[in-house]
């Protein structure tokens, strides 16, 4: 499929307002009958405090972004629009985030959140571990990284 061109790029204060909404409007679509306190503005911040953001953006207007928290190589958010999703914006940032190469990757990922499940096992992350949340059991999802010595483009 061809899919539009998709800018990636580290986030800046700035960008927060716009994060925001993605995060409102993601959410809200994923689990619609969770209270609107749960991803509204202050939630965002919460969600994302002292982590590293990169967004990605369609025609310069941000359509989604990623949250990692490095100390533990931990991917925590990953957000795009509704309608924007399933257009390769969310391979786009992961991508982006593994060219770093700074060693295997890990996120948790609901188990009720099967579009989010598939879209990871599309992208060849596997099952690492498992625990129970507040919606229910989640999986721990792990990406291995770059294997030792080999080049990646
Ligand atoms: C999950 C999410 C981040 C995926 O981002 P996206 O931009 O929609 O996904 P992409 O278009 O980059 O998809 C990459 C690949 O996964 C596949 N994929 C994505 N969603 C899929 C789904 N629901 N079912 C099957 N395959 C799916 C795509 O077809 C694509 O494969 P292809 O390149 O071979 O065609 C996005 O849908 C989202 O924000 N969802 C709501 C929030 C959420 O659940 N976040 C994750 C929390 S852990």
Redesign the pocket.
């Known amino acids: ?1 061809n ?1 539009p061109v998709i800018e990636v790029r580290l986030a800046g204060p700035a960008d927060a307002e716009e994060c925001a909404l993605v995060y409102d409007a ?2 809200a ?2 689990f619609p009958d969770e209270p609107a306190t749960s991803r509204d503005r202050a939630a965002y911040f919460r969600a994302c405090a002292g982590e590293e953001q990169r967004v990605c953006l369609l025609d310069r207007v941000i359509i ?1 972004f990623v949250s990692v928290y490095w100390n533990e190589n931990f ?1 925590h ?6 309608a ?11 991508a982006a985030i593994q060219a770093l190469d700074r060693g295997p990757l890990e ?4 188990e009720v ?4 499940r ?6 060849g992350w596997r099952e690492v571990g498992e625990g129970v949340g507040d919606r229910g059991r989640w999986l721990r999802l792990r990406w291995d990284g770059f294997p030792a010595g080999l080049q990646h483009g």
């Open positions: 499929m899919h993601a959410l679509a994923a989604g991917i958010s990953l957000y795009i629009l509704p924007q999703q399933k257009r390769g914006a969310g391979r786009a940032l992961l996120l948790k990922v609901d959140n099967v579009s989010a598939a879209f990871y096992a599309r992208l």
